[in-house]
């Protein structure tokens, strides 16, 4: 549940309703829902529930060995046809209870129908997987292993599968439980890195690295209300490079581009940990400076105008040299931004 308020992936929801499947068929299956008082009274119905709910259980290992095997990945058209199988195997569990018991008995062979039937095509679909080089199937075969042991036992009728068999289709359901949560570890890991590489996308300026417009424009609101609040001073700094038009017309844009870089690291490298530096926009770049009073800004930004002056790219454009013009403006407690 925790994976899924992270990401509001239903993944996550499907193995927790698994879970609490099997914690419910588990229980039922040991007699633990009449331990220490019976908390789901089923009187005559025990039965046709066990039957109903080994169907439901058997069904959903099937469906996450096919997902861990990456069958969904051969087989593209399984993706619609799952849940459309889940739910059928839904609705005969619940109908289940409403049979008599000759019919029920005649229908109590079906979960291992099912588990054998469905077990030998994982199986293939495993191997095939594999054989093809989906790599991202292999976690599949490591949960395969006990669940293969049953569907072989249960092939050749192991005497021993007969008198252990509850035991031994828990052993393969926590199993399989185990290695699901791994994997979903690692789709929750592979998650949180989509999405923190979507919001560096979406806030970035993709040429040189800096804050775009759209982040620098959110980040000072944010600071102008700190600011506003505290007391403390706010400086903005402002750099535009000079006759940048000239610099491409002369030399082309791809060195305007390496110019636009090297202003960039110049300022990433000359601002602290809680300053910003954003491209606001073809030639022009803005610093955010907090708890600096406009003086102070103002010698920073000389002292970045005078790194540019040192910027060289003398092979790929004699002769060029980088300049910038500068201002600063301030925000003091009580006022709004004053231009310095």
Not at 103 to 110: G, K, M
Not at 111 to 125: D, F, K, N, Q
Not at 191 to 203: I, K, Y
């Amino acid at each position: 549940l925790m994976g899924w308020l992270a990401t509001r992936d239903r993944v996550f929801l499907y193995y927790t309703a698994s879970c609490i499947l099997f914690f419910v068929w588990q229980a039922m299956l040991t007699g633990l829902i009449g331990y220490p008082y019976p908390w789901w009274p089923l009187g005559n119905g025990l039965a046709q529930w066990q039957v109903g709910l080994t169907l439901v259980v058997t069904a959903l290992m099937l469906t996450s060995l096919w997902y861990l095997c990456a069958g969904h990945l051969l087989l593209d058209f399984s993706r619609r046809l799952i849940p459309w199988l889940l739910l059928l195997v839904g609705v005969c569990a619940l109908s289940l209870p409403l049979l008599p018991m000759p019919v029920l008995a005649a229908l109590a062979i079906t979960p291992r129908v099912v588990m054998v039937l469905g077990g030998v095509l994982i199986v293939a679909v495993a191997l095939l997987a594999q054989l093809r080089g989906l790599r991202s199937g292999l976690l599949g075969l490591v949960g395969l292993i006990p669940f293969m042991a049953l569907v072989v036992a249960e092939l050749i009728g192991a005497q021993i599968l007969v008198a252990y068999r509850v035991e031994y289709m828990q052993l393969v359901a926590t199993w399989l439980l185990m290695i699901t949560a791994y994997a979903l570890n690692q789709r929750l890991g592979l998650l949180r890195v989509q999405r923190d590489e979507m919001h560096r996308l979406a806030s970035t300026d993709a040429m040189t690295g800096l804050s775009n417009r759209r982040s620098g424009m959110l980040r000072l609101a944010q600071l102008q209300a700190e600011a506003a609040a505290s007391g403390q001073p706010l400086t903005i700094g402002f750099l535009d490079v000079d006759h940048f038009k000239s610099i491409n017309d002369t030399y082309g844009h791809d060195i305007g581009d390496q110019v636009l870089v090297a202003v960039s690291r110049v300022l990433a490298e000359s601002v602290r940990s809680i300053d910003d530096a954003a491209r606001m926009g073809g030639e022009e770049f803005m610093l955010l400076l907090p708890g600096v009073d406009s003086e102070a800004a103002l010698a920073r930004m000389e002292a970045i105008r005078e790194r540019l002056t040192q910027i060289q790219l003398r092979a790929a454009a004699p002769g060029l040299n980088v300049t910038a013009s500068i201002g600063v403006a301030d925000q003091r407690a009580g006022r709004s931004p004053e231009a310095v």
